[in-house]
């Protein structure tokens, strides 16, 4: 199968000497009031900064002169504890501009000198004098620090552990420094120990899954009513499908009930959208289709519903209850020179009413991942399912994992660089493949060979081309569905050169 050693440059990553400081703000009391007027108090929430990469924030806490949070960050600072720990606490405003109330510069070196320290004054940015609350106290914030070397937590967990704890945090750049260690260090496993390691780590594969994703989209599936008659004895054999950019998910079948309950809840992995510099994303609708289950032949769809992926505040709309729609039709135009439309119309049920299905929708946001760290992640799947088919078993079982590899392959190259996600990608669904056959269905059916043909015929670096040619001889050997895929891709272009007919022959 497809392999990747040496292909790419290793960026830095975390090296063997680290600290990891554990911060957790606690509260904060005798804060001074800052919302204007008689009404009023301060809406105070906390930022947590060190160096470029590693920032975090509370919650805000509203209308309180003595907040809680009770919060825990993690932060990798260097094993010499050089530099500093900003923490700046600000009053959040709805209109304008948020105000910063003060900060506190925790030195790390101080840190570990006296880590018992809980409160610590708050000072002013420009004076670097203490706060005075409202109440004429000096303001103040409580923190509770941990700071752990790296051979302390190696006595505890191991590298691996550490690593996936990190990939697993909300803060980006630790993800980031995280996913680039891993790779490096699996690209030098030679006896597959580091490989085999992963199997003790039974969550790992779903961690690398979710730097991918931008979230879940959860679909409670609860009834249907008013159906129509669709079998000869006037019965229906209802399921539901919902899909959106090419993953797919179904309820079971409810049989002989033209008012069917399923009360399942279904999971779709949300891609991360490409950067807006470059092509558009596969139109992000949830298309769900409620069809009548057939012993023989194919299944009739009853009717179907549209709606787009949005922001949802609440996490989903809230609406529950949706009309099924009829295929389109053609209706004329009323007047001349008009264009004729193509409308659905509302699904008719057998008492006459318009058939409906009440479905819950709940979109749960995940942390989105930058460029880097989705191509540094794909990096540590190749090297990690590579020759080893109870890894590549594992990571096909993830929600939404090799689809939003898949999803990966119609970024636009970041302008200046070589592919190396492209690259990444492509290099990890082919070792999926090559380990483990039956993720070649997987992989067909998430429009793999389709976006690999286009990396092919595309104006792409030769090292992505020679990625995507070497992985589609694995997605598509002994594998008669993704041949037929390729060569039907490739026969609807006649500017397609020999290569494509190639990999087709090899498959």
Same mark, same amino acid.
């Given at each position: 199968?497809?392999?990747?050693?040496?292909?790419?440059?290793?960026?830095?990553?975390?090296?063997?000497?680290?600290?990891?400081?554990?911060?957790?703000?606690?509260?904060?009391?005798?804060?001074?009031?800052?919302?204007?007027?008689?009404?009023?108090?301060?809406?105070?929430?906390?930022?947590?900064?060190?160096?470029?990469?590693?920032?975090?924030?509370?919650?805000?806490?509203?209308?309180?002169?003595?907040?809680?949070?009770?919060?825990?960050?993690?932060?990798?600072?260097?094993?010499?504890?050089?530099?500093?720990?900003?923490?700046?606490?600000?009053?959040? =405003?709805?209109?304008?501009? =948020?105000?910063?109330?003060?900060?506190?510069?925790?030195?790390?070196?101080?840190?570990?000198?006296?880590?018992?320290?809980?409160?610590?004054?708050?000072?002013?940015?420009?004076?670097?004098?203490?706060?005075?609350?409202?109440?004429?106290?000096?303001?103040?914030?409580?923190?509770?620090?941990?700071?752990?070397?790296?051979?302390?937590?190696?006595?505890?967990?191991?590298?691996?552990?550490?690593?996936?704890?990190?990939?697993?945090?909300?803060?980006?750049?630790?993800? /980031?420094?995280?996913?680039?260690?891993?790779?490096?260090?699996?690209?030098?496993?030679?006896?597959?120990?580091?490989?085999?390691?992963?199997?003790?780590?039974?969550?790992?594969?779903?961690?690398?899954?979710?730097?991918? /994703?931008?979230?879940?989209?959860?679909?409670?599936?609860?009834?249907?009513?008013?159906?129509?008659?669709?079998?000869?004895?006037?019965?229906?054999?209802?399921?539901?499908?919902?899909?959106? =950019?090419?993953?797919?998910?179904?309820?079971?079948?409810?049989?002989?009930?033209?008012?069917?309950?399923?009360?399942?809840?279904?999971?779709?992995?949300?891609?991360?959208?490409?950067?807006?510099?470059?092509?558009?994303?596969?139109?992000?609708?949830?298309?769900?289709?409620?069809?009548?289950?057939?012993?023989?032949?194919?299944?009739?769809?009853?009717?179907?519903?549209?709606?787009?992926?949005?922001?949802?505040?609440?996490?989903?709309?809230?609406?529950?209850?949706?009309?099924?729609?009829?295929?389109?039709?053609?209706?004329?135009?009323?007047?001349?020179?008009?264009?004729?439309?193509?409308?659905?119309?509302?699904?008719?049920?057998?008492?006459?009413?318009?058939?409906?299905?009440?479905?819950?929708?709940?979109?749960?946001?995940?942390?989105?991942?930058?460029?880097?760290?989705?191509?540094?992640?794909?990096?540590?799947?190749?090297?990690?399912?590579?020759?080893?088919?109870?890894?590549?078993?594992?990571?096909?079982?993830?929600?939404?994992?090799?689809?939003?590899?898949?999803?990966?392959?119609?970024?636009?190259?970041?302008?200046?660089?070589?592919?190396?996600?492209?690259?990444?990608?492509?290099?990890?669904?082919?070792?999926?493949?090559?380990?483990?056959?039956?993720?070649?269905?997987?992989?067909?059916?998430?429009?793999?060979?389709?976006?690999?043909?286009?990396?092919?015929?595309?104006?792409?670096?030769?090292?992505?081309?020679?990625?995507?040619?070497?992985?589609?001889?694995?997605?598509?050997?002994?594998?008669?569905?993704?041949?037929?895929?390729?060569?039907?891709?490739?026969?609807?272009?006649?500017?397609?050169?020999?290569?494509?007919?190639?990999?087709?022959?090899?498959?």
């Amino acid at each position: 199968g497809a392999s990747t050693p040496e292909l790419k440059m290793k960026p830095p990553g975390l090296t063997s000497e680290f600290t990891l400081v554990t911060i957790t703000i606690k509260e904060a009391d005798h804060l001074p009031k800052m919302d204007h007027g008689a009404v009023g108090s301060v809406d105070p929430y906390c930022l947590l900064v060190l160096g470029e990469e590693q920032k975090f924030r509370t919650r805000t806490c509203k209308q309180t002169y003595s907040p809680s949070w009770e919060e825990s960050f993690t932060l990798v600072a260097d094993a010499d504890l050089s530099g500093e720990v900003l923490l700046q606490m600000y009053d959040w =405003d709805d209109e304008g501009k =948020d105000e910063c109330i003060g900060q506190v510069k925790l030195f790390l070196s101080g840190l570990a000198e006296d880590p018992s320290k809980e409160w610590f004054d708050l000072r002013s940015v420009q004076e670097n004098s203490f706060v005075i609350g409202q109440d004429k106290e000096r303001a103040r914030v409580r923190l509770e620090i941990v700071m752990q070397t790296a051979e302390e937590l190696k006595a505890e967990k191991s590298q691996m552990e550490i690593l996936f704890d990190g990939m697993a945090s909300d803060n980006e750049g630790t993800i /980031l420094e995280c996913c680039s260690a891993l790779w490096q260090m699996l690209s030098v496993d030679e006896d597959g120990s580091e490989r085999e390691g992963l199997s003790l780590l039974p969550d790992c594969f779903q961690v690398m899954a979710n730097v991918l /994703l931008a979230g879940v989209l959860e679909v409670e599936a609860v009834r249907a009513n008013f159906l129509p008659r669709m079998d000869y004895f006037g019965l229906c054999d209802p399921y539901l499908t919902v899909e959106m =950019d090419s993953y797919s998910v179904k309820t079971e079948v409810v049989k002989t009930n033209l008012d069917p309950e399923w009360n399942a809840t279904l999971k779709i992995p949300v891609f991360q959208p490409p950067p807006e510099h470059g092509k558009t994303s596969d139109e992000a609708t949830i298309t769900v289709k409620c069809y009548d289950w057939d012993k023989v032949g194919e299944h009739d769809l009853i009717g179907s519903i549209f709606l787009p992926l949005q922001n949802w505040d609440a996490g989903g709309p809230g609406q529950e209850e949706w009309k099924l729609l009829s295929e389109p039709e053609n209706v004329r135009a009323m007047r001349p020179g008009e264009p004729d439309k193509m409308v659905r119309s509302p699904v008719i049920g057998h008492v006459g009413k318009g058939s409906t299905a009440t479905i819950r929708f709940r979109f749960n946001h995940s942390q989105v991942c930058s460029a880097d760290c989705q191509e540094e992640v794909a990096w540590g799947i190749a090297f990690s399912v590579l020759a080893h088919p109870d890894n590549a078993r594992a990571f096909g079982e993830t929600l939404g994992g090799i689809a939003a590899l898949s999803s990966l392959l119609r970024f636009p190259m970041v302008p200046g660089s070589n592919g190396e996600a492209l690259q990444a990608a492509a290099y990890a669904l082919g070792n999926l493949a090559a380990a483990h056959r039956p993720n070649q269905d997987l992989i067909g059916n998430a429009l793999a060979v389709q976006r690999m043909l286009h990396l092919v015929h595309g104006e792409f670096p030769l090292v992505v081309k020679q990625a995507a040619c070497l992985s589609l001889g694995s997605i598509c050997a002994d594998h008669p569905n993704n041949v037929e895929r390729l060569l039907a891709c490739a026969a609807g272009d006649q500017s397609r050169d020999p290569l494509t007919t190639s990999c087709g022959g090899t498959g």
